[in-house]
Every structure is written in structure tokens, then in C-alpha cells.
């Protein structure tokens, strides 16, 4: 038996440990027990906890949803109160917060 964060970080290696046990933690992995020894299709059950351990013959069911970060970097138009510019340096004046 192994414990389920570390069951799907062992399928893909893009995936770490942590973002594995996130998954398992935000419902985002279902289990269908002893799916390959019982001809699977059985019903699948959210799992919630990392530590869930599973066995030779689970089926895993993940999903993974696409990130909603922007994938480039925008530049932003911000007034900037500058104290001071030369070729190797910039001193800027921060608002506090």
C-alpha cells in the first residue's frame, strides 16, 4: 500500500509531491477500489485526505484544471515617485502598504 499523494507524483513526474497532496486535498482525486482485479467501472469515491493509502489494482481518477495565472508577463503603467536614476541604479520613494 502506498499513500495516494505519493502513488500519483510516482505517474507523473511533472506533478510534486505537495501539488499532489493539494490535489488530493481540493477533491480534485477519486478512487475506484480494486478497479483492475473486479473488471472497474465500480463507483469512484472522492478522496480529501493525502494520507489515504492505495493498492496495487485502484483505479486513480485525477483531474487537473488549467491554471487561471496569466501566462506572460503584462508590463503596467504605474507612476512611480523616483528619488534618484543613474545607469546602475533607481531609488524609489514607497508609499506605505
Known sequence: KKRIDAAIAGLDSS???????????????AVVVGAAE????????????????????DELRVTIRQS???????PQDLPLDILFEDEHMIVLNKAAG
Open 68 to 74: 487561471e495565472e496569466p501566462t506572460e508577463i503584462v
Open 38 to 57: 473486479g473488471g472497474g467501472g465500480g463507483e469512484a469515491t472522492v478522496i480529501d485526505r493525502k494520507s489515504f493509502k492505495v493498492s496495487t489494482g
Open 15 to 29: 506533478l510534486s509531491r505537495s501539488i499532489c497532496g493539494k490535489l488530493v486535498a481540493d477533491g480534485h482525486v
